[in-house]
């Protein structure tokens, strides 16, 4: 059969068994044709899994506590058990609805206990 045939018959086009098979012959048989194995972005964990490794997390933040994201980057390591990157993390954080939430700093310019205090004295008068 022609190329053309074949993509009649497959409902697909010339180019792509053309591609087929240029793969066959070049590239070992038919092992050259068989589905690859994934790669590419993939979860290390199911959702599920995700929500119940963010659970102990969640309960120091819901206590105020600030998440250290190299603690749980290392936490997370060591549960899928191989290195990530941080942005996964990040992603990890953000499908859960977490947020960078941080306690306001004090203004560089604050005027000192004393001085607050006097000026409360003159208001008062």
Known sequence: MTNDE?????????KMVSQWVSAYINNGGISALLPKER????????IEEEKEFLSAYTKQAEAGQIIDLNE????????????IGESQIYRMLERH????????????QKA??????ASKKLKQR
Not at 7 to 12: N, P, V
Not at 39 to 46: D, F, Q, T
Not at 97 to 108: D, E, N, Y
Not at 112 to 117: H, K, Q, T, W
């Open 72 to 83: 749980l980057k290392a936490a997370y390591i060591e549960k899928v058990g191989h290195s």
């Open 112 to 117: 000192s206990d004393e001085a607050i205090e």
């Open 6 to 14: 074949i993509a009649q018959k497959l409902d697909t086009s010339k």
């Open 39 to 46: 790669i590419g972005m993939h979860r290390n964990l199911s």
């Open 97 to 108: 609805g977490w947020r960078k939430v941080m306690p306001r700093s004090k203004h560089p």
